[in-house]
């Protein structure tokens, strides 16, 4: 008994060195990352990123092996197919189809009426493209789409950088709204108001970037413009670049973003910001602009008078 214990062991024991050795030679031999975009997600060597969509084998896992298309026809091979239809709307990877609501709905009076919840229809492809119905379903929830819903939070992932709306920098001073201090600066009309993005707290000016040069996946965000909306009613003022801040050596100088009201008053000014992030992943080059809900200031503008003597 004691023999076969041994013998056992021993066995045991050269199968454990020999995997050993064969992990540490596969692990020697694998393609390093030098992925910052990799670094950032915690994915290991060889990985594969899909924006937006999910990574890894489709084991749940996070990044050793190959990435399946956003849009796919499931198992075994998960074929890729189009996200989107013009006729039969978004692609569902669970539903295995495009889904629309259907319209009409149905009423009471059909056998496959619900008191609750909506009626979709679904669309079904071939690997080819073409298309044909599959049967309809009642769900509480819109089904889930594999586009939209976190690919924002994925590219501000990979560069590091939260995508947020620029402050807006203004000469005169803006009021902040919702306060009641009056120690702001008033311009008059007919001169320039200077303005300029300030920077968010955790924002950055220059174009963040963040690339894995052996695959060519890439993340490049900038900011693209602000919209001004200067209150008054006379449309926007769109300034793209980073127009400088005013100083006071520069009062007679004309603004690279600036606006000259023609009437007196207290003015909302809501700046609006867009992001433009360029990126490439396993589906290819995409470039996407992302327009924040706009921040809101106050500016006091007054008449220039003369005084008689």
Not at 30 to 38: G, K, L
Not at 69 to 75: D, T
Not at 155 to 184: C, H, K, Q, R
Not at 207 to 219: L, Q, S, T
Request: aromatic content about 10%; glycine content about 12%; proline content about 9%.
């Amino acid at each position: 008994m004691t023999l076969l214990t041994t013998r056992w062991r021993e066995r045991l024991l050269a199968v454990a060195c020999v995997t050993a050795l064969l992990l540490a030679v596969s692990l020697v031999s694998a393609p390093r990352s030098e992925a910052s975009i990799c670094t950032k997600f915690k994915f290991g060597a060889n990985c594969r990123i899909t924006f937006g969509g999910e990574k890894g084998d489709g084991d749940g896992g996070g990044g050793g092996g190959p990435s399946r298309p956003l849009c796919n026809l499931g198992k075994p091979d998960y074929t890729g197919v189009d996200c989107d239809n013009d006729a039969g709307g978004t692609w569902s990877n669970e539903r295995q189809c495009y889904v629309l609501p259907s319209e009409p709905q149905p009423d009471p009076s059909d056998p496959e009426w619900r008191p609750t919840g909506t009626f979709y229809d679904c669309l079904g492809t071939t690997e080819d493209g073409e298309t044909f119905p599959k049967d309809g379903f009642w769900a509480q929830q819109p089904p889930e789409s594999p586009i939209g819903g976190n690919l924002q939070e994925d590219l501000e992932t990979a560069v590091g950088v939260d995508f947020l709306a620029m402050y807006p920098g203004m000469a005169p001073a803006p009021i902040p709204p919702n306060t009641s201090w009056d120690g702001f600066r008033m311009s008059t009309i007919g001169t320039w108001v200077w303005m300029w993005p300030r920077e968010p707290l955790g924002g950055v000016f220059e174009p963040p970037r963040a690339e894995e040069p052996g695959r060519g996946y890439y993340v490049e965000a900038k900011v693209k413009k602000l919209e001004w909306d200067m209150g008054d009613g006379k449309g926007l003022v769109s300034c793209t670049g980073l127009s400088e801040p005013y100083q006071p050596y520069m009062k007679d100088r004309t603004p690279a973003c600036g606006y000259k009201y023609t009437q007196p008053g207290s003015y909302t000014v809501k700046v609006k910001t867009t992001w433009t992030v360029d990126y490439r992943d396993e589906t290819g080059e995409h470039s996407i602009d992302l327009e924040l809900p706009h921040r809101s200031v106050i500016v006091r503008i007054g008449e220039n008078q003369v005084v008689n003597r």
